[in-house]
Protein backbone atom coordinates (compact mmCIF):
# COMPACT_ATOMS: atom_id res chain seq x y z
CA UNK A 1 0.00 0.00 0.00
CA UNK A 2 1.31 3.25 -0.71
CA UNK A 3 0.70 5.43 2.50
CA UNK A 4 4.32 3.54 2.90
CA UNK A 5 5.39 6.02 0.89
CA UNK A 6 4.08 8.61 3.46
CA UNK A 7 6.18 7.36 5.96
CA UNK A 8 9.48 7.16 4.31
CA UNK A 9 9.61 10.71 2.82
CA UNK A 10 8.13 12.27 6.45
CA UNK A 11 11.39 10.33 7.80
CA UNK A 12 13.50 11.52 5.43
CA UNK A 13 12.70 15.06 5.60
CA UNK A 14 14.54 15.20 9.62
CA UNK A 15 17.46 13.18 7.80
CA UNK A 16 20.21 14.66 9.93
CA UNK A 17 22.23 16.79 8.07
CA UNK A 18 24.51 14.13 8.35
CA UNK A 19 25.16 13.39 12.27
CA UNK A 20 26.51 17.05 13.00
CA UNK A 21 22.95 18.22 13.84
CA UNK A 22 22.45 14.76 16.12
CA UNK A 23 19.65 15.38 18.12
CA UNK A 24 17.03 13.31 19.94
CA UNK A 25 14.47 13.97 17.17
CA UNK A 26 16.59 13.29 14.45
CA UNK A 27 18.04 9.57 16.48
CA UNK A 28 13.97 8.60 15.77
CA UNK A 29 13.92 10.10 12.27
CA UNK A 30 16.72 7.76 10.97
CA UNK A 31 14.72 4.44 12.43
CA UNK A 32 11.81 5.55 10.84
CA UNK A 33 13.78 6.07 7.87
CA UNK A 34 15.08 2.82 8.10
CA UNK A 35 12.53 1.51 8.42
CA UNK A 36 10.79 3.15 5.82
CA UNK A 37 13.33 2.07 3.42
CA UNK A 38 12.53 -1.62 4.03
CA UNK A 39 9.19 -1.15 3.21
CA UNK A 40 10.17 0.49 0.31
CA UNK A 41 12.37 -2.23 -0.83
CA UNK A 42 10.00 -4.65 -0.63
CA UNK A 43 7.43 -3.33 -2.41
CA UNK A 44 9.26 -3.91 -5.53
CA UNK A 45 10.78 -0.75 -6.98
CA UNK A 46 14.51 -2.09 -6.46
CA UNK A 47 13.95 -5.76 -6.92
CA UNK A 48 11.25 -7.54 -8.50
CA UNK A 49 8.06 -8.16 -6.30
CA UNK A 50 7.84 -11.61 -7.10
CA UNK A 51 11.80 -12.48 -6.61
CA UNK A 52 11.61 -11.05 -3.32
CA UNK A 53 8.46 -13.04 -2.80
CA UNK A 54 9.59 -15.83 -3.73
CA UNK A 55 12.19 -16.07 -1.16
CA UNK A 56 9.73 -15.51 1.18
CA UNK A 57 7.42 -18.45 0.34
CA UNK A 58 5.46 -16.89 -2.82
CA UNK A 59 2.56 -16.44 -0.72
CA UNK A 60 2.55 -12.40 -0.60
CA UNK A 61 4.28 -12.41 2.77
CA UNK A 62 6.15 -8.85 1.20
CA UNK A 63 2.72 -7.50 1.47
CA UNK A 64 2.65 -8.19 4.96
CA UNK A 65 6.28 -7.53 5.55
CA UNK A 66 5.30 -3.63 3.74
CA UNK A 67 2.94 -3.01 6.55
CA UNK A 68 4.46 -4.22 8.96
CA UNK A 69 7.52 -1.82 7.75
CA UNK A 70 5.66 1.20 6.82
CA UNK A 71 3.71 1.51 10.40
CA UNK A 72 6.91 1.07 11.93
CA UNK A 73 8.21 3.80 9.93
CA UNK A 74 4.95 6.23 10.84
CA UNK A 75 5.39 5.01 14.17
CA UNK A 76 9.03 6.37 14.92
CA UNK A 77 8.24 9.55 12.61
CA UNK A 78 5.33 10.15 15.69
CA UNK A 79 8.44 10.65 18.15
CA UNK A 80 10.66 12.39 15.86
CA UNK A 81 7.77 15.02 15.59
CA UNK A 82 7.02 14.91 19.63
CA UNK A 83 10.33 15.19 20.49
CA UNK A 84 10.87 18.32 18.05
CA UNK A 85 7.28 20.04 19.32
CA UNK A 86 8.74 18.98 23.17
CA UNK A 87 5.02 17.30 23.47
CA UNK A 88 5.31 14.64 26.60
CA UNK A 89 4.49 11.18 25.99
CA UNK A 90 1.33 9.97 26.73
CA UNK A 91 2.40 5.86 27.32
CA UNK A 92 -1.00 4.50 26.51
CA UNK A 93 -1.95 6.55 23.01
CA UNK A 94 2.28 6.19 21.96
CA UNK A 95 2.22 2.45 22.17
CA UNK A 96 -1.29 1.92 20.90
CA UNK A 97 -0.86 1.40 17.27
CA UNK A 98 2.17 -1.29 17.39
CA UNK A 99 -0.71 -3.56 19.09
CA UNK A 100 -2.02 -4.10 15.82
CA UNK A 101 1.14 -5.92 14.13
CA UNK A 102 0.12 -8.77 15.89
CA UNK A 103 -3.49 -8.94 14.62
CA UNK A 104 -2.02 -8.14 11.33
CA UNK A 105 -0.23 -11.02 10.81
CA UNK A 106 -2.57 -13.34 12.51
CA UNK A 107 -5.12 -11.82 9.78
CA UNK A 108 -2.78 -12.49 7.27
CA UNK A 109 -2.27 -16.03 8.32
CA UNK A 110 -5.74 -16.93 7.86
CA UNK A 111 -6.51 -14.88 4.13
CA UNK A 112 -7.30 -17.98 1.86
CA UNK A 113 -5.70 -18.94 -1.23
CA UNK A 114 -2.78 -16.18 -0.90
CA UNK A 115 -0.80 -16.78 -3.95
CA UNK A 116 0.56 -16.30 -6.06
CA UNK A 117 2.48 -12.52 -6.13
CA UNK A 118 0.68 -9.47 -6.87
CA UNK A 119 0.47 -5.83 -6.20
CA UNK A 120 -3.01 -5.97 -5.87
CA UNK A 121 -3.30 -9.00 -3.54
CA UNK A 122 -5.51 -6.88 -1.21
CA UNK A 123 -8.11 -6.07 -3.36
CA UNK A 124 -8.75 -9.02 -5.21
CA UNK A 125 -9.87 -11.02 -1.78
CA UNK A 126 -11.62 -8.12 0.15
CA UNK A 127 -13.96 -10.59 -0.14
CA UNK A 128 -12.79 -12.33 2.64
CA UNK A 129 -13.29 -11.09 6.34
CA UNK A 130 -9.69 -12.05 7.09
CA UNK A 131 -7.77 -9.55 3.95
CA UNK A 132 -10.64 -6.96 5.80
CA UNK A 133 -9.71 -7.33 9.02
CA UNK A 134 -6.04 -7.21 7.95
CA UNK A 135 -6.11 -4.21 5.78
CA UNK A 136 -8.61 -2.19 7.72
CA UNK A 137 -6.45 -2.75 11.28
CA UNK A 138 -3.43 -1.09 9.47
CA UNK A 139 -5.04 1.64 8.16
CA UNK A 140 -6.75 2.28 11.28
CA UNK A 141 -3.56 2.22 13.23
CA UNK A 142 -1.81 4.42 10.31
CA UNK A 143 -5.09 6.81 10.92
CA UNK A 144 -4.96 6.60 14.72
CA UNK A 145 -1.05 7.70 14.74
CA UNK A 146 -1.66 10.61 12.31
CA UNK A 147 -4.76 11.75 13.93
CA UNK A 148 -2.51 11.54 17.38
CA UNK A 149 0.43 13.81 15.63
CA UNK A 150 -2.14 16.17 14.89
CA UNK A 151 -3.66 16.42 18.49
CA UNK A 152 -0.13 16.82 19.61
CA UNK A 153 0.36 20.25 17.88
CA UNK A 154 -3.35 21.91 18.27
CA UNK A 155 -1.69 23.97 20.62
CA UNK A 156 1.32 24.76 18.17
CA UNK A 157 -0.79 25.17 15.14
CA UNK A 158 0.09 28.81 14.36
CA UNK A 159 3.03 28.80 10.71
CA UNK A 160 4.74 26.04 9.21
CA UNK A 161 3.35 24.05 12.11
CA UNK A 162 -0.41 24.59 10.65
CA UNK A 163 0.87 24.01 7.49
CA UNK A 164 2.74 20.88 8.51
CA UNK A 165 -0.49 20.09 10.27
CA UNK A 166 -2.73 21.00 7.40
CA UNK A 167 -0.90 18.25 5.20
CA UNK A 168 -1.10 15.30 7.51
CA UNK A 169 -5.23 16.13 7.67
CA UNK A 170 -5.28 15.54 4.01
CA UNK A 171 -3.55 12.48 4.71
CA UNK A 172 -6.15 11.28 7.54
CA UNK A 173 -8.68 11.94 5.60
CA UNK A 174 -7.00 9.73 2.78
CA UNK A 175 -6.63 6.94 5.25
CA UNK A 176 -10.43 7.22 5.93
CA UNK A 177 -11.62 6.52 2.41
CA UNK A 178 -9.25 3.68 2.00
CA UNK A 179 -11.10 2.55 5.91
CA UNK A 180 -14.56 3.26 4.37
CA UNK A 181 -13.76 0.98 1.33
CA UNK A 182 -12.76 -1.78 3.22
CA UNK A 183 -15.63 -1.78 5.24
CA UNK A 184 -18.66 -1.00 2.32
CA UNK A 185 -17.13 -3.57 0.12
CA UNK A 186 -16.88 -6.70 2.74
CA UNK A 187 -20.01 -5.87 4.87
CA UNK A 188 -22.52 -3.85 2.53
CA UNK A 189 -23.45 -4.68 -1.13
CA UNK A 190 -22.57 -1.50 -2.63
CA UNK A 191 -19.45 -2.85 -4.20
CA UNK A 192 -19.36 0.02 -7.02
CA UNK A 193 -19.87 2.95 -4.22
CA UNK A 194 -17.12 1.50 -2.03
CA UNK A 195 -14.39 1.49 -4.91
CA UNK A 196 -15.57 5.06 -5.25
CA UNK A 197 -14.86 6.20 -2.23
CA UNK A 198 -11.54 4.00 -1.91
CA UNK A 199 -10.69 5.72 -4.98
CA UNK A 200 -10.06 8.71 -3.39
CA UNK A 201 -7.32 7.38 -1.41
CA UNK A 202 -4.46 7.83 -3.94
CA UNK A 203 -5.51 11.05 -5.04
CA UNK A 204 -5.96 12.94 -1.46
CA UNK A 205 -2.73 10.83 -0.09
CA UNK A 206 -0.17 12.28 -2.38
CA UNK A 207 -1.59 16.14 -2.23
CA UNK A 208 -1.22 15.78 2.01
CA UNK A 209 1.92 13.99 1.65
CA UNK A 210 3.15 17.02 -0.28
CA UNK A 211 1.95 19.54 1.97
CA UNK A 212 3.65 17.34 5.26
CA UNK A 213 7.08 16.89 3.64
CA UNK A 214 7.43 20.50 2.71
CA UNK A 215 6.45 22.12 5.82
CA UNK A 216 8.00 19.39 7.88
CA UNK A 217 11.26 20.04 5.95
CA UNK A 218 11.46 23.56 6.17
CA UNK A 219 10.11 23.36 9.68
CA UNK A 220 12.89 20.61 11.18
CA UNK A 221 15.72 23.27 9.26
CA UNK A 222 14.55 26.39 10.44
CA UNK A 223 15.35 24.64 13.61
CA UNK A 224 18.42 23.42 13.08
CA UNK A 225 20.10 26.36 11.43
CA UNK A 226 20.99 28.21 14.18
CA UNK A 227 22.82 25.40 15.35
CA UNK A 228 25.02 25.24 12.07
CA UNK A 229 25.71 28.43 11.92
CA UNK A 230 26.83 28.74 15.42
CA UNK A 231 28.94 25.36 15.70
CA UNK A 232 29.20 23.99 11.97
CA UNK A 233 32.75 26.16 10.96
CA UNK A 234 34.46 25.27 14.65
CA UNK A 235 33.44 21.71 14.51
CA UNK A 236 35.00 21.74 10.93
CA UNK A 237 37.81 23.59 11.70
CA UNK A 238 39.15 21.58 14.88
CA UNK A 239 38.17 18.37 12.99
CA UNK A 240 40.89 19.75 10.51
CA UNK A 241 43.48 20.48 13.10
CA UNK A 242 43.24 17.42 14.07
CA UNK A 243 43.30 15.63 11.21
CA UNK A 244 46.34 17.85 10.08
CA UNK A 245 48.54 17.07 13.78
CA UNK A 246 47.47 13.63 13.68
CA UNK A 247 46.36 14.09 16.77
CA UNK A 248 44.13 10.82 16.86
CA UNK A 249 45.77 7.36 16.98
CA UNK A 250 43.37 6.41 14.13
CA UNK A 251 43.00 8.57 11.30
CA UNK A 252 39.11 7.70 11.00
CA UNK A 253 38.44 9.12 14.83
CA UNK A 254 38.29 12.79 14.21
CA UNK A 255 35.42 12.39 10.84
CA UNK A 256 34.16 9.98 13.06
CA UNK A 257 33.47 12.38 15.61
CA UNK A 258 31.93 14.46 13.43
CA UNK A 259 29.07 12.39 12.16
CA UNK A 260 28.44 10.66 15.19
CA UNK A 261 28.57 13.12 17.95
CA UNK A 262 26.28 16.41 18.22
CA UNK A 263 27.75 19.85 16.92
CA UNK A 264 28.56 21.27 20.38
CA UNK A 265 29.60 17.54 21.28
CA UNK A 266 32.27 17.63 18.95
CA UNK A 267 33.84 20.65 19.37
CA UNK A 268 34.24 19.68 23.19
CA UNK A 269 35.97 16.52 22.05
CA UNK A 270 37.79 18.08 19.81
CA UNK A 271 39.19 20.06 22.27
CA UNK A 272 40.02 18.09 24.47
CA UNK A 273 41.98 15.33 22.08
CA UNK A 274 43.97 18.40 20.80
CA UNK A 275 45.15 19.76 24.49
CA UNK A 276 45.95 16.04 25.23
CA UNK A 277 48.08 16.27 22.15
CA UNK A 278 49.89 19.37 23.19
CA UNK A 279 50.39 17.62 26.90
CA UNK A 280 51.94 14.50 25.85
CA UNK A 281 54.23 15.89 23.21
CA UNK A 282 55.56 18.91 25.59
CA UNK A 283 54.33 21.61 22.83
CA UNK A 284 51.85 24.29 22.35
CA UNK A 285 50.44 25.34 19.29
CA UNK A 286 51.34 28.72 17.60
CA UNK A 287 50.03 31.54 18.82
CA UNK A 288 47.48 32.15 15.48
CA UNK A 289 46.30 28.40 16.40
CA UNK A 290 45.92 29.06 20.25
CA UNK A 291 44.08 32.12 19.72
CA UNK A 292 41.19 30.58 17.87
CA UNK A 293 41.12 27.29 20.48
CA UNK A 294 40.70 29.75 23.02
CA UNK A 295 38.08 31.89 21.00
CA UNK A 296 36.44 28.27 20.66
CA UNK A 297 36.69 27.55 24.32
CA UNK A 298 34.97 30.96 24.79
CA UNK A 299 31.98 30.45 23.13
CA UNK A 300 31.83 27.06 24.41
CA UNK A 301 31.54 28.20 27.94
CA UNK A 302 29.44 30.65 27.01
CA UNK A 303 26.44 28.31 25.59
CA UNK A 304 26.80 26.87 28.79
Known amino acids: MKLLLFALLSALCLLRIPSVVKVAESRASWVASMFGLAALYVLGTVTPLE???????????????????????????????????????????????????????????LIEDKAPTAADFIDTRMDQLATAVYSGTYMLALLFTVLRIIYMLR???????????????????AVSCHVAYVTLFHFSPWHAF?????????????????????????????????RLRLWMIDA??????????KADRSRV?????L??????????????????????????FPESLQGRISQIEAKLDAQT
Open 194 to 226: ARAIGSWFDRLFYVGLSVTAAGWLILFLSKQLP
Open 253 to 257: SPAWD
Open 236 to 245: LWLTALRMRV
Open 259 to 284: FNETLENGVYKSLIVLHNYERANLMD
Open 155 to 173: HKARGLYATFSAGLFVVAV
Open 51 to 109: DIDRYLGGVNVTNLLQAIFALLAIFFFNDSVRRLANVPIVRWTYYAPLLSIPIMIVSFA
